[in-house]
């Protein structure tokens, strides 16, 4: 069974940076898509942005959402198997609980209903 660890989270300040990482106890995520969601009070979860399953020798594809597209940048660590999502320019409306995903699928998506694995979350606030 995989189990997926999210860490990073905190509390920023509005134009400030973070970065979420999920790794995978006993496993390395270089055969999963791997998706990061959230979801903030009262709102539907909301997929932010995905990587594809990593292929040898070149890079995996990897899908934004609007609501983060040029803020957010998603890669791999090949040395150890985790995943981040850096997070720059973060605003107000960024603040949620994040969560990442897993799926062996080779491509990767911003719909929930494709992950088989989900980590607890990381929370997320941005303010003043």
């Known amino acids: 069974q995989l189990q997926l660890v999210e860490s990073g989270g905190g509390s920023v300040q509005p134009g400030g940076s973070l970065r979420l990482s999920c790794a995978a106890s006993?496993?390395?995520?270089?055969?999963?898509?791997i998706g990061w969601f959230r979801q903030a009070p009262g709102k539907e979860r909301e997929g932010v942005s995905c990587?594809?399953?990593?292929?040898?020798?070149?890079?995996?594809?990897?899908v934004y959402s609007d609501s983060v597209k040029g803020r957010f940048t998603i890669s791999r660590d090949n040395a150890n198997g985790t995943v981040y999502l850096g997070m720059n320019s973060l605003k107000p409306e960024d603040t949620a609980d994040y969560y990442c995903a897993a799926t062996p699928r080779w491509a990767c998506y911003l719909d929930a209903i494709h992950y088989d694995y989900w980590g607890q979350g990381t929370q997320v606030t941005v303010s003043s």
């Open positions: 990587i594809a399953r990593r292929i040898a020798g070149s890079n995996s594809n990897t």
């Open positions: 006993k496993f390395t995520l270089d055969y999963y898509s």
